[in-house]
């Protein structure tokens, strides 16, 4: 159902949400009005389009609907955004997955014990009444085809708490609007390798989803924002050997359990991404629901055909089993196709993952 509306897309990050991730991030009021008006055009929808494909991933935070001190804009000012996006997408014929990426209370990666929004009961009903708010804003929009996805990367310690606040928030969902669409992401920032613990609801209207950025070593290579790869600080090629990354876990053993999954790999190569990826491939085939992976993508300063290559292995693997997938990301954020400047970063990145520049 999902895979024929939702099968090859692209993230719109670092608009309406990790803003303050971009060099210069707007600091004050005027600054994020300035960001608001320019980082997304009707230029850059065009451009989406015309490379072919048919949906965007649109992730929000909590903190441009939500006032609090660390607010730079208004609930009015964002919902407006996000309407003038989604009526070029339909210009465009480009459908929408609306991300709720960052909500209050929920903390990247806190995997030792349960994160505050599933344990703080004020969090949680702020979480579900988010929803409620979208669901009545959008309740009468048929087109583009506009599904929402509940959380981005959930971390929960307990193993189940998501699980009741994930169904708790699409039957709000569904008791405003019936026939919204409705993503939620497996635990572990997403992980694949927990798609299983997933509880699965009896809804046509629900979908499961994963990311995919496995082996790190490669799609995070010299990432300045990651401890690790600064200190491993080597290039990967792609198909190519990661052996010795195994050998430098050994020897800085506090990054294992970030990396328990795939620590033993030595190598990366299609194949090694087809036994990364059995844990969602393997769930496509025994739940009978649609999967979709919301995030795939190699940093920026990876080679082009390195870079292209795995991308397009991980997609024709994914389309093997009709799962949507979207590339991360469209606009900068260390792993975009364009600059600030709406620039193309690398022409041959691009005409390699997308045929046409």
Not at 13 to 20: A, E, F, M, R, V
Not at 72 to 77: F, G, K, M, P, S
Not at 165 to 182: G, M, S
Not at 228 to 247: C, L, Q, W
Request: hydrophobic share 40%.
């Amino acid at each position: 159902m999902i895979y024929e509306q939702f099968r090859n897309g692209i993230n719109i990050g670092g608009w309406l949400s990790q803003y303050d991730c971009l060099n210069p991030f707007p600091q004050n009021e005027k600054e994020m009005q300035k960001h608001l008006d320019s980082f997304i055009r009707e230029e850059n929808i065009a451009q989406i389009a015309s490379w072919g494909l048919d949906h965007i991933r649109l992730p929000i935070d909590y903190r441009v609907i939500v006032k609090n001190e660390e607010s730079l804009t208004d609930r009015d000012t964002a919902l407006a955004c996000m309407d003038r996006c989604i009526d070029w997408c339909e210009k465009y014929h480009l459908n929408v997955i609306l991300d709720l990426h960052h909500a209050e209370g929920n903390i990247f990666g806190m995997m030792d014990r349960p994160m505050p929004l599933l344990t703080d009961k004020k969090l949680w009903q702020n979480f579900i009444n988010i929803w409620r708010m979208l669901t009545e804003h959008f309740r009468d929009r048929t087109s583009p085809v506009l599904m929402f996805e509940l959380l981005n990367e959930v971390s929960d310690g307990s193993g189940y708490l998501w699980n009741r606040l994930y169904q708790e928030t699409v039957k709000a969902i569904h008791e405003i609007d019936r026939n919204r669409y409705i993503l939620v992401g497996s635990n572990e920032q997403n992980s694949p390798f927990r798609l299983k613990e997933l509880e699965l609801m009896e809804d046509e209207r629900v979908f499961y989803n994963f990311h995919f950025y496995d082996p790190q070593v490669f799609t995070h290579q010299q990432a300045h924002f990651s401890e690790e790869m600064v200190r491993y600080n080597r290039k990967i090629h792609y198909p190519g050997d990661i052996s010795a990354f195994t050998d430098f876990l050994k020897e800085n053993r506090e990054y294992i359990p970030k990396y328990s999954h795939v620590a033993m790999e030595r190598e990366v190569s299609s194949q090694t991404m087809r036994v990364l990826l059995k844990d969602a491939l393997d769930f496509a085939v025994y739940s009978g629901k649609e999967l979709y992976c919301g995030e795939l993508g190699v940093i920026d300063v990876a080679d082009a055909s390195d870079a292209s290559g795995w991308i397009l292995d991980v997609q024709s693997i994914l389309d093997e089993y009709r799962i949507g997938h979207a590339i991360w990301n469209y606009k900068e954020m260390d792993f975009g196709f364009i600059g600030l400047d709406n620039c193309i970063k690398s022409p041959e990145r691009l005409e390699k993952v997308f045929g046409k520049f």
